[in-house]
């Protein structure tokens, strides 16, 4: 039975057209479960109904025309309860809802499960069946499965099917997102191509079938070729019979069933790339349908082969297209190199299929002030190249190929945005200050890319947060101590009479360095940030030394120790920092007029389990400073960079805010300073509640400084008190949100939480 489901599931999500789909899918649960019928009811949420959208066992002429109300019947009990329903006689069920046409007066056992994606009911499976029976529980578990199974394969068809569909007068294709950074652009789409990877490919027709017959020989030729050159490469590294993968590759190569089933599909219209996929996507169905396990996985011999076959016929294509003066950028993962790459190339916006709002692509795009939105459900991609589109990243929407009218709605919004910038920028040089006298400073988050150019005329008072992960990630090897030292020079130059906190060594979880890798199951709760730097002393003693050699002639680093969970952690790294402030300090004495400075040592409250240790933490350090990401992360136990929880993930979380004003109260009482330099402190709504809780620092990134401080100096701080009072007493963070963006509408802040001013 799992070796028809796993077949089921794989033809369904394979096949090019959504409703051929469809009905061969519900044939083969007719079949396999042998029963009298199998329907397919799909959500159509604009009218709030059910479409009978494929059957096989009811009448064929009611296909796209019958509907049933989302509370209509046992098809809209089953969307309401979200739940299977499994009747013996579904004509005597109270809520049973003949409909003449559907042609199931003999139908009478009924089992109904609902396909749910992202707790969103996509539709209905049923099977029915003539005898009056219930069915048993292995054919319901089977439903289940499937429905359950079917559900990321729907939303994807659905999502292909908004873009595919020709625009209707007054119609929006529009897609909706996680939204990942604030702001609105216009602009061609441009994609960036992921790998050769045959689960990509869109099916094409083509015109010139010779042409597409001559690129098929070509890269069949190539590929061969390239399995020649990795077999002699490798020969005298591995055992000859290891090598027989390369001979079994190019016996499929040479096979004439493979070919000529390959040019059968071009001779049909296709493009190469789809026949190619259509051909191994069949061969991969058959090998996974086989018992035998060695067998099965030679369908993984076929995908690599097809995958390699692809990636030479589309060699050309890969190679990196001319930009247009802007764009746009989307792509399956949006990574920070991309971003990098493109940003100063006409780069206006991003769109990523996956990752959530903070993922580090989002959090660098809020950094430079790019709209973002991610976790868009996967799409083809080749559908959306060189498409118009409008990005909202306020609500996470998509707009492509857009009406005249919607465009012109957003130019005027996009106007206002540029209106609001203007006025932002002329409190950049004032101080921080609320309308009744409140001052806080504002710091920046720096590190992300080097250089401080664009940082020193933000209007900040100093670096609250240097990442110093960069030198270390765009490296073969580890930066040596003179390398470190040139690097953390500029930072503490670019602000010579301000503070510079630099974070020691910061990997692990979703940071590596290529030449250390590390491999964990969870790698959230793992090997990370000060956990790896006291376990190889070398390495933190180094950077130590190099921060403290910046220093001279400075005398504004303060050193702040990531991730801290206990005590011992911050006795070891203070003994370490000790060590090297005395070994350097004994290098250098005879050159040195005056004594080496010694930095302030803080840590970062990120991990639970300092919050119920304040008070000692406080007997050791200097400072505090709250890391609110990874606060948020493990005090609700989300992943932040995982889309299927992101909504899950939220900083305005009644627990997070709560333990964010317990901190501040507990630094209070031990005069220790507090500063915070997550996302939160970027944030309108964030920065008055955290101001209005005592913080005496916010770290955040350049382009947010002038926006903050543009809403400090226009609220009183007795009216920040009086909200965060009112929060602290909400059960849910829609409600803390709802709340929130209100006040700010109220005091005029709206154009900072929305499109336009």
Not at 99 to 118: R, S
Not at 643 to 661: F, G
Not at 726 to 751: C, D, F, I
Request: with cysteine; charged share 25%.
């Amino acid at each position: 039975m799992l070796t028809i489901l796993r077949r089921i599931v794989l033809e369904f999500s394979q096949e090019a057209e959504f409703e051929r789909a469809l009905k061969r899918m519900v044939n083969q649960v007719k079949h396999a479960l042998s029963t009298d019928c199998c329907s397919v009811y799909l959500s159509d949420y604009q009218n709030q109904q059910f479409v009978l959208s494929a059957s096989d066992g009811l009448a064929t002429s009611t296909l796209g025309q019958t509907a049933i109300g989302f509370s209509e019947g046992l098809v809209g009990l089953v969307g309401q309860r979200e739940e299977p329903i499994n009747i013996a006689d579904a004509h005597n069920h109270p809520q049973f809802y003949h409909v003449p046409e559907l042609e199931e007066d003999d139908l009478k056992a009924f089992l109904g499960t609902p396909i749910i994606h992202q707790r969103r009911v996509l539709g209905i499976l049923i099977i029915q069946q003539k005898q009056a029976r219930q069915f048993n529980e292995n054919e319901e578990a089977f439903l289940v499965t499937l429905s359950a199974q079917l559900a990321t394969a729907i939303a994807n068809a659905e999502a292909r099917g908004v873009i595919g569909r020709q625009n209707d007068k007054g119609w929006v294709k529009q897609l909706t997102g996680i939204p990942g950074a604030p702001g609105v652009v216009q602009s061609e789409i441009l994609i960036n191509q992921p790998k050769a990877d045959l689960r990509t490919v869109t099916l094409e027709k083509v015109s010139n079938v010779e042409n597409e017959k001559q690129r098929f020989e070509s890269a069949v030729e190539k590929t061969r070729e390239d399995f020649e050159e990795l077999a002699e490469n490798l020969s005298d590294k591995i055992a000859d019979d290891s090598l027989d993968i390369f001979e079994v590759y190019k016996q499929l190569l040479d096979s004439v069933h493979l070919t000529d089933e390959i040019n059968a599909k071009i001779n049909f219209g296709w493009n190469a790339q789809s026949a190619l996929k259509q051909v191994v996507d069949n061969y991969v169905i058959q090998f996974e349908s086989i018992e035998d396990a060695y067998l099965r996985e030679r369908a993984n011999d076929i995908k690599d082969l097809g995958n390699r076959l692809l990636m030479n016929l589309l060699q050309p294509d890969l190679a990196s297209p001319k930009l247009p003066s802007s764009f746009i950028l989307v792509a399956e993962d949006v990574s920070a190199s991309m971003l990098a790459e493109y940003q100063h190339k006409g780069l206006l916006g991003i769109v990523s299929l996956t990752g959530s709002n903070n993922s580090h692509a989002a959090i660098l795009a809020r950094a430079i002030g790019i709209p973002a939105i991610m976790g868009i459900e996967q799409i083809p991609l080749a559908q959306l190249n060189g498409q118009q589109a409008i990005i909202d990243g306020y609500s996470g929407e998509l707009f492509i190929d857009p009406s005249e009218s919607l465009q012109k709605e957003y130019e005027h919004l996009i106007a206002e945005e540029y209106e609001l910038d203007d006025k932002v920028k002329q409190v950049r040089e004032l101080p921080s200050i609320t309308r009744d006298g409140r001052a806080i400073e504002l710091l920046l988050n720096a590190g992300l890319s080097v250089g401080f150019e664009h940082s020193k005329d933000a209007g900040a008072v100093g670096i609250g947060l240097y990442r110093t992960e960069i030198p270390f990630m765009n490296r073969s090897c580890f930066p040596s101590e003179t390398e470190q030292t040139e690097i953390y020079q500029e930072a503490l130059s670019a602000f010579p009479s301000q503070m510079v906190t630099m974070r020691t060594l910061d990997v692990g979880g979703d940071k590596s360095l290529p030449y250390f890798p590390i491999a964990e199951d969870n790698p959230f709760l793992g090997w990370r940030g000060i956990r790896i730097t006291l376990d190889h002393p070398e390495i933190f003693l180094v950077q130590v030394r190099a921060m403290m050699r910046a220093n001279l002639g400075h005398g504004n680093l303060e050193i702040m120790l990531p991730m801290i969970s206990g005590l011992a952690e911050v006795d070891d790294a203070i003994r370490l920092i000790n060590q090297a402030h005395f070994e350097l300090s004994a290098e250098l004495e005879r050159y040195l007029e005056e004594k080496l400075p010694k930095p302030k040592i803080g840590i970062m409250i990120e991990v639970p389990s300092a919050i119920f240790q304040l008070k000692e933490l406080a007997t050791r350090v200097d400072f505090f400073s709250v890391g609110s990401n990874d606060l948020t992360q493990y005090l609700l136990a989300v992943d932040r960079n995982n889309a299927r929880v992101a909504d899950l993930y939220d900083s305005y979380h009644p627990a997070v805010l709560r333990a964010l004003n317990t901190i501040a109260q507990e630094s209070s009482k031990s005069l220790v300073p507090l500063s915070l330099c997550g996302e939160l402190a970027g944030e309108p709504a964030g920065a008055l509640l955290l101001l209005a809780m005592g913080y005496d620092k916010l770290s955040m990134s350049p382009h947010n400084i002038a926006r903050i401080k543009w809403v400090i100096r226009h609220v009183e701080f007795k009216r920040a008190k009086v909200i965060l009072e009112h929060v602290l007493n909400l059960s849910t963070a829609k409600q803390v949100r709802s709340y929130l963006y209100e006040q700010l509408e109220t005091l005029g802040l709206g154009g900072f939480i929305r499109a336009g001013m």
